[in-house]
């Protein structure tokens, strides 16, 4: 558990996940990165990206740029609504289970996302139990989260034109082997063909006296 | 004659190993491109009374970068897109990404705020209507609101110029 830059992509922050059974006090080198105010259960989520899971929004003031042109982005607000997630029924636990078995975890890339402590692995997981709770069906998920992230997301890469290769190439390798199988043999048949009356004599001839 | 096939065979491979190992395998192909921005709708930072609206942004073309306090490469690139930003008169927003507003308030007062304005997505939601998946990631947005470009990771005075500068004078 250690903060450390990956030789990935120049200068992009990411987050690797802990073993959950690794202790938050290990992390003292992580810590002095974080903000005093995380709970040790958050910080051993925490990798060589720093970040901070969902906080209460506190706001604070001063905006120190006045906008430029015409066209004013900034419009006045509503406060957010606080939603908490509905239990599931153990039925929808399962479809959760097995949405989040069949994506991938974005950060770690070689985790799903029930396998990931990533927290936008946390995030997804979330998300997608309360799409559940929402009554979304699973395709609706997939959708959502492929719309989002790109097939790259999915476990199971749906068959079209660009992943033609992919999932018929280890049969299109299958099929020329056989072939260069076939094609062997068959020489070898031809090679071992019976000799004819001039070789037998020929061979005879050798066994006799010595080439 | 008889090694032309393996010889052929060797270099295909070649060729595509070769594109392989030049490509980062981190490096997700963005699914948002040409995709119109999706609404952001956040509190402003330091304004919180406030919200960002992506639609009002219409008609022009902007940057929005996704910046964190605990990022340490988006203190890097706050003197490349300030000078970017100044320099090619380019509206530069920020989403700023699963951070308490108290620490990017204090962030933007230590390397200085090159934003127009930064929209506080304290819990990641709308970084996820974006596919952000990792910080800095900065978004080029076109004139009709549509995601053109997506460069992922730490932006240098090199990069700008040869990667996202060209593609935003194209579109102005």
């Known amino acids: 558990m250690r903060r450390r830059h990956k030789p990935g992509i120049a200068g992009l922050t990411e987050l690797r996940p802990t073993l959950p059974s690794e202790p938050a006090r290990t992390s003292t080198a992580v810590l002095a990165f974080l903000p005093p105010f995380l709970p040790p259960f958050l910080v051993s989520f925490v990798m060589p990206l720093v970040m901070s899971l969902v906080m209460p929004v506190l706001m604070s003031l001063v905006m120190s740029f006045a906008l430029s042109f015409g066209a004013s982005a900034v419009q006045a607000a509503s406060p957010p609504a606080p939603a908490a997630l509905p239990a599931l029924s153990p039925a929808d636990q399962q479809r959760a289970d097995k949405l989040a078995h069949g994506l991938r975890c974005l950060v770690c890339q070689n985790q799903s996302l029930a396998d990931s402590n990533a927290p936008l692995a946390h995030d997804m997981r979330k998300l997608i139990h309360a799409q559940l709770a929402d009554g979304r069906s699973d395709a609706q998920i997939m959708r959502f989260f492929e719309d989002r992230y790109g097939d790259f997301v999915r476990y199971d890469p749906p068959f079209k034109p660009i992943t033609w290769l992919l999932w018929l190439g280890p049969f299109a390798l299958l099929a020329l082997g056989f072939w260069v199988l076939l094609r062997t043999l068959k020489r070898r048949a031809v090679a071992r063909a019976p000799l004819t009356a001039d070789e037998r004599a020929r061979a005879a001839n050798f066994l006799d006296t010595g080439p | ?172």
């Not at chain 2, 990022?71 to 951070?99: H, T, W």
């Not at chain 2, 209507?129 to 978004?139: A, R």
């Open chain 2, 1 to 172: 004659m008889r090694y032309a096939l393996p010889l052929a065979v060797f270099m295909a491979m070649a060729v595509f190993l070769a594109m392989g190992l030049s490509r980062d395998p981190r490096a997700v192909p963005s699914a948002m491109i040409d995709k119109p921005a999706p609404a952001i709708n956040l509190p402003v930072l330091q304004s919180p009374g406030e919200r960002l609206d992506v639609q009002a942004l219409r008609g022009q073309v902007w940057l929005l970068n996704v910046w964190a306090s605990w990022c340490a490469p988006c203190q890097e690139e706050v003197p490349v897109l300030r000078e970017a930003a100044r320099q090619y008169a380019i509206p530069l927003y920020g989403l700023n990404y699963k951070d308490q507003p108290d620490d990017a308030a204090a962030w933007l007062a230590r390397n200085g705020n090159p934003y127009v304005a930064s929209a506080s997505d304290t819990d990641g939601r709308v970084g996820i209507e974006y596919g952000v998946y990792g910080v800095p990631e900065t978004f080029v947005i076109d004139g009709a609101g549509r995601i053109r470009h997506k460069h992922l990771g730490l932006i240098t005075p090199d990069i700008f110029r040869s990667r996202i500068l060209p593609i935003i004078e194209a579109l102005k």
